[in-house]
């Protein structure tokens, strides 16, 4: 999986850090495309093992692994109709929701 150069620049000032994250989800989206893959049963599966692989590079960083949780929604919750290679593109995606409520 290939990784936006923001996540790899990630750091996490340790000191400061059990003050300041607060919770967050990760959330790992696919398009609607048939899996092709021995990896990988279903579409929901590769998004989940999306989130995962984002929270084991938030973990490397410095993140609380506490304060992370993972979701995969598969190909259930798009942002564009699956009906161009460049729509699809935007559905491959991983969303990070910040619980604000704590």
Sequence with gaps: LNYHPV???LK???NKAKETQLPLT???HTDS???RSKRF???LELSAARAVNTLRLFIK???D???L???GRGEFDPIAPNDTPANRAKNRRVEFVIDLSV
């Design 7 to 9: 996540l790899r620049d």
């Design 33 to 35: 495309s048939p899996i």
């Design 61 to 63: 960083c410095g993140y």
């Design 65 to 67: 692994k506490k304060a």
């Design 26 to 28: 990760i959330v790992g």
């Design 12 to 14: 996490v000032d340790k």
């Design 69 to 71: 949780s993972v979701e």
């Design 41 to 43: 049963k279903n579409n």
